[in-house]
């Protein structure tokens, strides 16, 4: 074997024995790979809201709420209202009245769909307080989105405007939640 082979086996065995020790240790210097989020029951629920605000945003556009039932293994309420030309939808999850995973309402109307009929209940809810949302962004991304669709995140919560204005849906959901 030459000098040279000699060293390159040897610098070899080095690095080998460096990564023996370092992985089991987690890295010898350097930069450390960054932490993953760190996710866990509390990011299943968007903290600070409770089943009591969203239902007083859903009464106070003339929907009737009942609940909790069980569904999917959550607490369900259900707030609605019907006339002739158009159904409105509320309907929340959580595991507890203050831990609420998930918000979704629908709209459906007959006839000559109108914005004006979806604007008020969606901006309302858009704009429900937890911790980490930003209601007068949220607000002002549910006016706007009416029209267009699409989705957003305000803090740890998704929001997703679909369909059209014959029948739309908002959802609000946790970053975390299974729904």
């Not at 930069?31 to 969203?54: H, I």
């Not at 309907?91 to 459906?108: N, R």
């Not at 109307?109 to 980490?132: I, W």
Request: net charge neutral; aromatic share 8%; charged share 20%.
């Amino acid at each position: 074997m030459t000098e040279r082979a000699r060293r390159q086996w040897a610098g070899g065995l080095v690095l080998a024995g460096l990564a023996l020790v370092c992985i089991p240790l987690g890295g010898c210097g350097g930069a450390e790979p960054a932490d993953p989020a760190p996710t866990g029951p509390e990011d299943r629920w968007l903290r600070g809201l409770a089943a009591t605000e969203v239902k007083t945003v859903a009464e106070a556009r003339g929907l009737a709420c009942s609940g909790p039932g069980l569904e999917g293994g959550l607490s369900a309420w259900t707030c609605q209202a019907q006339t002739p030309l158009v159904s409105y939808q509320v309907k929340f999850y959580g595991s507890a009245p203050l831990k609420i995973e998930y918000v979704t309402a629908t709209i459906t109307q007959a006839g000559p769909p109108k914005p004006e009929l979806v604007e008020p209940l969606f901006v309302a809810l858009a704009g429900l307080h937890y911790e980490g949302n930003d209601a007068p962004k949220a607000r002002a991304w549910a006016a706007q989105s009416i029209a267009t669709g699409g989705t957003i995140e305000f803090g740890p919560a998704k929001f997703k405007i679909s369909g059209d204005l014959g029948r739309i849906r908002l959802d609000i959901k946790a970053a975390g939640s299974d729904w």
